[in-house]
């Protein structure tokens, strides 16, 4: 039975805070509440992540490997009660949700390993009477702000890294998704972590925030979400010149070539711009296709799109559950209107589902241009617009024509072409012939103003550590 609760210093706490309703956005109905923490209870998780750092870190990095690894095994554990809970909160159909457990989940189990091949140097002398090393230590205090589009995965993408590293953690779930959240602290705490090391802290984005960018104990701020609260993020941290990764927004380009296999290219552009209803950073959101194949690629891609079933995601078949919220659904037909007056034409979808619920059809968009909102905006949601190329050159200009850089694809089966076409794209990951390419193992992370950074893989771990240089004389 789930509390609910706040957890700091070892403490369920929070039960007499004002409560939030947490709803279910499929149905509009509140699944359940999580307390209004603010200013003082962030304060009080930071003091317990602050007073609890030297102890954690003092830990060998085969003890907390051990941790790491047990709170693996109870989240595989757990895997269908946590699924419904992201489910119930978020809206993912349940298949997708237990997919991201797992994802989630193999954070954990890398980093138990990845902490204990965290090496130091030891540099040639120039002189004979001293030797020069670099030691690699915790940065501190971890403060991580983490997102509703994947509850589980982004935070166990912060949390592997920094609790391997030896840092402590405090967590600020996003309002609309803190359940899976506090599931997770809740098997951190059965797999054992000493108290303070971990901490959550549900309410006030603005009060816990403030207190994480500005409280001199929190040495690093690690926040997955949009451009515009980054760089806010940015401005609040440099009283203290915090330490700061940041994984912002995108605005994916898919470029498929003449030369593309048009079945790998239909299932990845399905892959990349339907998964998670669209509300991903990485999806694809501008879809350009060679004039040779362009009509050939609109059939075939609009025929799948119309197959893929919306509904709520405890449906047994639901390939697309509800946005998130009213906004979010409000934001897509904005653009898909936009679209359309503009002359852009939908062949598929293009319309609201239902009275409850915010559900929005899978849509195709074809013949858009750069001039549109939908082309320039990041639209999270299920909408994918196609513009005509001619040239390699035009394509990697439009491309690139965007103050985002998180992820890109590339549909070609020419090595060459592919090649050339990748190392000018100014984006963080590639995906060619591949519209899925995240992996715990690999780096994820924006170019330019999708932000500062990289999680996963042994890059992620170098981010919760601090180099020392050391020059000792003999
Ligand atoms: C995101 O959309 O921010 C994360 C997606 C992923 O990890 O693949």
Redesign the pocket.
Same mark, same amino acid.
Do not use: H, I, W
């Given at each position: 039975m789930m509390n609910n609760l706040n957890y700091i210093n070892g403490e369920w706490t929070g039960k007499n805070l004002q409560q939030s309703p947490v709803y279910n956005p499929s149905t509009g109905e509140v699944v359940s509440e999580v307390p209004k923490g603010g200013k003082q209870e962030a304060v009080q998780a930071v003091a317990a992540a602050s007073d609890a750092f030297e102890g954690w870190a003092d830990q060998t990095a085969y003890d907390r490997s051990k941790l790491l690894r047990k709170f693996f095994d109870l989240m595989i554990e757990h895997e269908d009660e946590l699924a419904e809970i992201m489910t119930k909160e978020m809206g993912k159909p349940f298949k997708e949700a237990k997919g991201e457990v797992h994802?989630a989940a193999n954070y954990l189990e890398w980093y138990a390993e990845e902490g204990k091949r965290i090496y130091g140097e030891t540099i040639p002398t120039h002189v004979p009477n001293k030797r020069l090393q670099v030691w690699k230590k915790p940065i501190g205090v971890v403060a991580a702000i983490t997102?509703w589009?994947?509850p589980a *995965?982004?935070l166990t %993408?912060k949390m592997g890294p920094a609790l391997a590293a030896g840092c402590t953690v405090v967590i600020k779930p996003s309002s609309e998704t803190p359940l899976t959240a506090i599931k997770l602290v809740e098997l951190a705490e059965k797999a054992g972590f000493p108290k303070g090391v971990i901490n959550i802290v549900t309410g006030s984005s603005r009060e816990i925030g403030e207190v994480f960018l500005t409280d001199e104990r929190v040495r690093k701020v690690t926040f +997955?979400g949009s451009t515009e609260v980054g760089k806010k993020l940015m401005e609040q941290g440099a009283s203290t010149v915090k330490k700061l990764s940041l994984?912002l927004g995108?605005h994916a380009p898919i470029i498929i070539y003449n030369d593309a296999d048009i079945e790998k290219a239909v299932n990845g552009t399905i892959a990349s711009k339907f %998964?998670?209803a669209g509300? +991903?950073?990485?999806?694809g959101n501008r879809i350009y296709v060679q004039s040779d194949i362009y009509d050939e690629f609109v059939d075939a891609f609009a025929d799948r799109t119309k197959q893929l079933q919306v509904g709520d995601g405890m449906k047994e078949g639901t390939d697309i559950g509800p946005l998130i919220n009213e906004a979010g659904v409000e934001k897509v037909d904005e653009h898909v209107k936009n679209a359309v007056s503009n002359g852009g034409v939908v062949v598929a979808g293009g319309h609201r589902i239902g009275e409850k619920g915010n559900f929005y059809s899978p849509t195709v968009v074809k013949d858009v241009n750069p001039s549109m909102l939908i082309m320039n905006e990041e639209t999270f949601g299920p909408v994918a617009p196609i513009q005509k190329f001619e040239t390699e050159e035009e394509v990697i200009q439009l491309a690139n024509d965007t103050p985002y850089g998180?992820a890109a694809y590339v549909f070609t089966e020419s090595v060459s072409r592919g090649t050339k076409t990748i190392e000018k794209l100014d984006f963080g990951i590639v995906g060619w012939n591949d519209g *899925?390419?995240?992996a715990v193992q690999a780096p994820?992370g924006g170019m330019k103003e999708s932000g500062l950074g990289r999680e996963?893989g042994h890059q992620g771990i170098d981010d919760f550590l601090e180099m020392q240089y050391v020059s000792i004389g003999i």
């Open positions: 994802y997102p589009n994947f *995965a982004m %993408r +997955t994984e995108g %998964r998670n509300q +991903t950073c990485v999806c998180l *899925a390419p995240s994820f996963g």
